[in-house]
Nanobody
Framework: QVQLVESGGGLVQAGGSLRLSCAAS?????????MAWFRQAPGKEREFVAA????????TYADSVKGRFTVSRDNAKNTAYLQMNSLKPEDTALYYC???????????????WGQGTQVTVSS
């Protein structure tokens, strides 16, 4: 069973930065899978933020974070990262990492999810 554990969330002022981590473990974890970040704000649907392919050579971002967020991964550590710069109050949400055997932005194609880490950006 794959387990994903996010960390690094917190409270930050607008314009600040945070770095989220997602550590994967479990006998069935496949480092060849896509790893992605999603977020969900209160009263809103979960939305795609960023994804990275197994080699790290392919990345894709939601338009709302492009140029501000950077996704990366270290397969030796089974860990994915989300560097978030120039944070805005509208980035406030619970951030989740997830894995998929597909290269996709579709929430429904991600079968393994972490519990989430809260990011709050004050104005």
């Amino acid at each position: 069973q794959v387990q994903l554990v996010e960390s690094g969330g917190g409270l930050v002022q607008a314009g600040g930065s945070l770095r989220l981590s997602c550590a994967a473990s479990g006998r069935t974890f496949n480092s060849h899978h896509t790893m992605a970040w999603f977020r969900q704000a209160p009263g809103k649907e979960r939305e795609f933020v960023a994804a990275i392919g197994w080699s790290g050579g392919s990345t894709t971002y939601a338009d709302s974070v492009k140029g501000r967020f950077t996704v990366s991964r270290d397969n030796a550590k089974n860990t994915a990262y989300l560097q978030m710069n120039s944070l805005k109050p509208e980035d406030t949400a619970l951030y989740y990492c997830a894995t998929s055997q597909y290269w996709t932005r579709n929430t429904y194609n991600y079968g393994r999810w972490g519990q989430g880490t809260q990011v709050t950006v004050s104005s």
